[in-house]
């Protein structure tokens, strides 16, 4: 069934340890794992505080994703799942987390470590996942007021990006770079769907276009697509963007330019950790948002 | 009279001859990178049918995706226009005309002369289009053509819960991998597709006789998961992909 051929799909999986918390001496040691249909990520939080996280691409079935993708956050730092109190399950898989005590949409999630992950000024949070897209207006709490979402049609979604990576034969961490490497910028894809944009990107590509160009045409069509999901609601700043296509600064720049709105940073990858060359994944804030929800229901339990 | 239709598409160019009301040679040839030369090709195939060359035709015109890309008709006609003048050289009775092609799906209602009286269609989503369809078949590991066997085989009803094909691909996969029959998974595509044209059926209002043209008129399954979703017979005309290039031929000769 597999060809034999490089799978230019396949983003890069990750992980990392905090080397500056020590879980043993934590009070509170909570889990959120989000089981998205294309990626699952695993956060460990001591008191609120990112101690570890992983990030892997989904498996067949959701159960054994949400325990490798523990494993993976848990390597190197002696954690076993005997010691966290309370984890709780999030994204379309949330229900199948075995060691989950509680599932928690992921759009509240997402609320919560957006709120964590760029500070309380954060009003409008865009998340772009690997089978949705979906914008959220929320307070300085991080608490949800209001939200939009596709989830019908892959343009506009990670997936839609992993075909065109494919297509063009791109790894998919570098489309992003490559679509800046245009002397001019062209117009837009016109196909909305996917499944067309691949026919009219491979006449594209016919026509003598280099592969920098169709990619460049591509980015701006997603992020035409994801900004007429923005119109619908009023976005306010400050605005973040979350999900594995907020890696891809050829989406983003090109969003944040049509909205005119900046992106923010977020507050806790900051320059102190990138000189120790912590990896920055923007994919864990739903994780983040259901181990502070875990943090949260343990206190109430107050154990 | 002679008169001359192209009906240009995305995966395939068909010409038809007509003289005198009749058409007497047809000639299908699949859509290059050039859709002028295809359509010049598919042109030329059939007047070699009809044993006639380009100067004994009075009138040419073209429909169809790549209608812009020719450099011998003399004009051209709407995809809508061109099936409904064409069902009804086909099949007088036919008033609601269903075409899937490979990048549209459409409906339309027709009166007995040809003209439109309404239509529905879809251009912008692949889930109510032959590549939906295409793409599943790959997904599957078969061939269109052997999805209607499939079908019949089927025992189980299953629903596809993604509308999109990118991710209904994805979710055939996984069912592919749960050990689901072939055949059901198979039945489930056929019926997502055949969904989406009956909802841009209704919005046309459905009028008897119901025809089904174009290459997906060729699939037995998809037409019988349209007839179990509607409970109405569905007519299929000989050679359903020429249709909307007699009709196209039928706008030339009244030009």
């Known amino acids: 069934m597999a060809e034999e051929r490089k799978e230019f799909w396949r983003w890069p999986e990750s992980r990392w340890t905090n080397p500056e918390i020590d879980w043993k001496k934590g009070k509170y040691i909570t889990c959120g794992i989000d089981v998205g249909s294309v990626s699952t990520q695993g956060v460990v939080m001591v008191d609120g505080g990112l101690c570890c996280y992983g990030n892997i691409r989904t498996g067949s079935n959701s159960p054994d994703s949400a325990i490798n993708v523990f494993n993976k956050a848990a390597e190197g730092t002696g954690l076993a799942l005997e010691d966290i109190q309370y984890t709780v399950g999030t994204g379309y898989g949330r229900v199948n987390v075995p060691f989950g005590n509680r599932a928690i949409t992921e759009i509240a999630c997402h609320a919560r470590g957006a709120n964590w992950m760029y500070g309380p000024s954060i009003r409008t949070v865009l998340d772009m996942g690997g089978q949705d897209c979906k914008v959220i207006k929320i307070d300085e709490k991080g608490k949800v007021t209001t939200f939009f979402m596709n989830d019908k049609c892959a343009a506009g979604t990670g997936r839609g990006m992993e075909v065109f990576a494919d297509l063009l034969g791109i790894p998919v961490q570098d489309v992003g770079d490559m679509s800046f490497v245009v002397e001019q910028e062209p117009p837009p894809v016109s196909s909305t769907c996917v499944v067309f944009a691949k026919s009219e990107a491979a006449s594209l590509l016919r026509a003598g276009w280099p592969k920098e160009k169709v990619l460049a045409a591509y980015c701006s069509a997603m992020a035409h697509r994801v900004f007429l999901l923005l119109e619908k609601v009023n976005v306010e700043k400050d605005f973040a963007i979350t999900g594995g296509i907020a890696k891809n600064q050829g989406v983003v720049k090109r969003i944040t330019k049509e909205l005119g709105i900046e992106a923010c940073e977020t507050r806790w990858y900051n320059k102190a950790y990138a000189d120790k060359n912590v990896p920055f994944d923007t994919q864990i804030a739903g994780a983040i948002g259901a181990a502070l929800f875990g943090k949260a229901l343990s206190e109430k339990l107050g154990n | ?255």
């Open chain 2, 1 to 255: 009279m002679i008169s001359a239709g192209i009906d240009s598409g995305a995966k395939n160019v068909k010409a038809v001859i007509m003289k005198n009301g009749k058409v007497i040679a047809k000639a299908m040839v699949p859509a290059g990178l050039d859709a002028k030369v295809s359509a010049g090709e598919a042109y030329d195939e059939a007047l070699k049918t009809a044993g006639l060359a380009r100067k004994d035709v009075q009138k040419v015109l073209i429909t169809g995706a790549g209608k812009k890309d020719c450099d011998f008709a003399q004009g051209e006609i709407t995809e809508v226009g061109a099936r409904a003048k064409g069902i009804i050289y086909a099949m007088p009775n036919a008033r609601t005309v269903i075409e899937v092609g490979a990048e549209e799906g459409s409906a339309v209602r027709v009166n007995e002369k040809g003209d439109v009286v309404d239509f529905a269609i879809n251009e912008k989503c692949a889930a109510g289009a032959g590549s939906f369809v295409e793409a599943m078949a790959r997904a599957l590991e078969t061939q269109v053509e052997k999805m209607t066997d499939l079908y019949d085989r089927s025992t189980e009803e299953i629903v596809m819960n993604a509308q999109c094909a990118v991710f209904a691909e994805s979710e055939l996969v996984s069912l592919v991998h749960s050990q689901t029959a072939k055949p059901d998974i198979a039945r489930a595509v056929l019926t997502a597709i055949a969904d989406r044209i009956v909802s841009m059926m209704r919005r046309v209002g459905i009028e008897k006789d119901v025809a089904a043209i174009g290459g997906v008129a060729l699939n037995g399954g998809f037409i019988k998961a349209v007839e179990e979703e509607l409970n109405i017979k569905i007519a299929v005309p000989a050679d359903p992909q020429y249709i909307s290039a007699i009709g196209v031929a039928i706008a030339a000769a009244a030009e």
